[in-house]
């Protein structure tokens, strides 16, 4: 199982960026909960933004309004839609999905990573 994440970069304050992440394997699998995490210099991970397969989303209180969490279950996709960015965005962001294959039970996967780094 791979999850490939993208879109990552530099954006201004105020501005915008879109994250993907897609997953893939060369074995039957299903997706149950996609999400976004993320970690800053000296910080531990924290949820950024949650999405099950129905589509029913949660957010951290510093995302809320701003970000937006969406699936495409058919490419095995999540996005991660940011607004209005602040530099206390600037942080590694994660992406996370739990997966059943055809040989283990569900378990959380993740993705390498990518820098979300916001500055004038």
């Known amino acids: 199982v791979q999850l490939q994440a993208s879109g990552g970069g530099l954006a201004q304050p105020g501005g915008s960026l879109r994250l993907s992440c897609e997953v893939s394997?060369?074995?039957?699998?299903?997706?149950?909960?996609m999400g976004w995490y993320r970690q800053g210099p000296g910080e531990s991970r924290e949820l950024v933004a949650r999405?099950?397969?129905?589509?029913?989303?949660r957010y951290a209180a510093s995302a809320q309004g701003r970000f937006a969490i969406s699936r495409d279950n058919a490419k095995k996709t999540a996005y991660l839609e940011m607004n209005s960015l602040n530099p206390e965005d600037t942080a590694i962001y994660y992406c996370m999905a739990q997966i059943t294959t055809a040989y283990t039970a569900r378990r959380d996967y993740w993705g390498q990573g990518t820098q979300v780094t916001v500055s004038s």
């Open positions: 394997s060369k074995i039957l699998f299903s997706v149950n909960d």
């Open positions: 999405i099950t397969k129905d589509g029913f989303t």
